[in-house]
């Protein structure tokens, strides 16, 4: 018998459903209680009553993730997790500290299908989706790890967040949540390659989350090359759909440049995307971007980045470059799910 995912309700729908089941509508903060305090075994629960315990052992499932691999940056304290899920997979996830607090890096995916060809995580394409107790879980394993608490999350880690919407959308509202992880949007970060369907449709949430676009490019050319998604949703269409969301959200878009030598970091780059974003209300952020086993591009170097940024600044595009942390763990995502996979591939292989 198939079990029922109870921590990817929010707290009025558990207490709607346990209503249903006969059961009285404040067990549903008992529960959710236990479960805040990172208790997901039912039999656990003392203080609902013994058969009811019984039922939802045996009718319910938590959904959440274990530590299979750590590493910290001896830099910078940047921790990276490679996440065991309970079917299996892996996910990884960063926790990274600045000077407002902590923020975590999470996945929404395992896996992949954009096909960046800048990224580790697309390397072996979509396995599923996540749920969404499953993104609230990575949160929360990390806050009981570490002994810290999160105050703001990126939707950056392994996956397109748009490309599982409907979750994404529920891990959000859990997030909303009193107690708990309990984050509020202005502190959420969420990233897409360019789904504009997706984009249009969040545009209509009214959630007050901040939106990064995986920009990369300042043309079809360049961008299709190296992100397959253009192909689908050209630039044009992808900044019309920009334009569009700050118009009714009023939030200013963050695009996200990976700067790759000798592919999109030229000074013509630099002006033509000077071009298309002037007016928009929004902010580039250059990513020095990381190596990958079994890719080709490689970072540009500190002198062409300033110079990139120089002539943005120059044509009044606010511009930063952002601070690179875990440099000596691979923080990026994708790569320590991808050594394990390959481990294990060689064990198997082994006679």
Known sequence: MSTIDLRSMTTEELADHLQQQGYPSFRAKQIRQWLDQ??????????LPLSMRETLAAAYTVPGCTIVRKLVS?????????????????VESVLMQYKHGWSQCISTQVGCRMGCTFCATGMGGLVRNLSSAEMLSQIETAQRDSGVRVSSVVLMGMGEPLDNYDEVIRF??????????HIGMRHISLSTCGVVPGILRLMEEKIPLTLSISLHAPNDEIRSRTMPVNRRWPIDQL?????????????????????????????????ELADRLRGMLCHVNLIPVNSVSGKTQKRSDRRRIERFMEILKKESINVTVRRTLGSDINASCGQLRRQADQQENRKEALP
């Open 172 to 181: 959000l509202r859990l997030l909303m949540e009193d107690g708990g992880v």
């Open 74 to 90: 001896s830099i910078d304290g940047t921790v990276k997790y490679l996440y065991g899920l309970d079917d299996g997979e892996t």
């Open 239 to 271: 900044l019309d759909a920009c334009r569009r969301y700050v118009a009714a959200t009023g939030r200013r878009i963050s695009f996200e440049y990976a700067m790759i030598d000798g592919v999109n970091d030229s000074d013509a780059c630099a002006a």
């Open 38 to 47: 990172g208790v997901t075994d039912f039999r656990c629960m003392t203080n």
